[in-house]
Structure formats: C-alpha cells, structure tokens
C-alpha cells in the first residue's frame, strides 16, 4: 500500500523529480513565479480575491460539480453509534471522503485525494475562461467491497475488517484507482490501473462502474468491467 502524500510543492516535485520550473509548465503556468499560488488554489485557497466577504481564507467554490459522480455511504459505526462517510468524486478531479456529524446537524471533509495526472486541469478550473469546454476530473461512481468479519456491524481492522474503494475517471480519463480505507482517516492507495499501460493498452475512458465479485475456486474479490468508451470511434 502506499499512503498518500500532502499536496505541496515538495511533494508534487519529488514524484517526477521536477524543478520548480518544469512543475510549472506540468501545472500549465508559463513561469514558476505563479507556482506557490497555483498550489494554494489547488488547495482551496482564496488567491484571486474572488470572495465577496472580506477575511475569508478560502474560495467558496472549492467544491466541483459532480455531474455523474453518485455518493456511497459507509456506515464505520454501526447501529449504535453510527459513523457514517460519504465518498463521491468531482470534475475539480478529486475524490472526497465527508462525515456526517450527525449530533451537530453538520458535514465535514475527511480527506481529499486527487491522481497526479489531473493536477494540470486545475489550471484550467482557475482561468475559467469564457466558453471553454467542460473539464472532466473523477466523474465515476465509486464503489465500495467491504468485508465484516465477525458481523457485529462495525468495521475495525483488529477484528481483520476490510473496506476497499474502486472508481475509474469516467470521461476524464482512462485509469482505475483502488484504496483501503479500512481507517477512513487514513486511506492508503492499493494500486491504479492507466490505460495505455503493459496489459492495458486499449482501455479507453473508464466509463464502466466496475463489478465486485467472485470467482469459483479463487478466493479473493475480483473487479469485472468494460474495455472503456473510445471518443475517437464517435460519428
């Protein structure tokens, strides 16, 4: 497994082993002057002073649409004292995780995850130029595998419970990104399938929800879906 990494620019270089300079033109920037405010805005900052009440930190359109995106719940608690998640994806390109503070009548974010792939249309959302085509990011639905052990409702890693998210990009790309978020605190990603990769080289945009199941005499959970939605067959 391998935990996710915070989004700064220490990170973000050292993945590609990129300089300031070629991690700008990967983010879209024309010189690296903008680069630390790119970051910001990635990161929900208010950098363009779009907020129309003075003081605030960070943009109130932080969160993207989620045009085919459909939320999963997962209740962590149980019956008895319920921690309930919800994880959906948005065309910003990320995969949220939100809790459900039921006794305070309010929501919050767990975490947030975005492929590094999808960094450069961040970029795109930020300019938002007049007539420019929709940007897609994360615009499948995940889906969830989970396994309770002993059955008691509750999902806990002692007891060997597990929880794995699946999704695929839909029309923002072509990959399949699997997570253990057994902690949904702390999720670590299993693996990611890239179309055009060994083994995948015509799987197309991942517009297939994958299917969790079975197969006889081999005892793990498979994934079954489609070969991907090809835009250049299109009439």
Known sequence: GTTLLDINKTNLESISSYSDTQMAAYL????????????????????????????????????????????VAINYGGASTPDIRLVVGSNAGFLHMFKDNDSANTVSESWAFIPYELLPKQRTLRVNADGGAHVYGLDATPVVYTTDTNGDGIISSSDGDKVWLFMGQRQGGSNYYAFDITNPDSPVMMWQISGGSAGFERLAQTWSTPQITKIPGYSKPVLIFGGGYNTGKDS
Do not use: A, C, F
């Not at 900052?45 to 993207?64: A, C, F, H, P, W």
């Open 28 to 71: 879209g920037l024309s010189s690296s002057t903008g680069l630390d405010d790119q970051i910001s805005w990635i990161l929900g900052k208010d950098i363009d002073s779009q907020n129309t009440t003075t003081g605030l930190i960070y943009r109130e359109n932080v969160l993207s649409d989620m045009m085919h995106s459909q939320p």
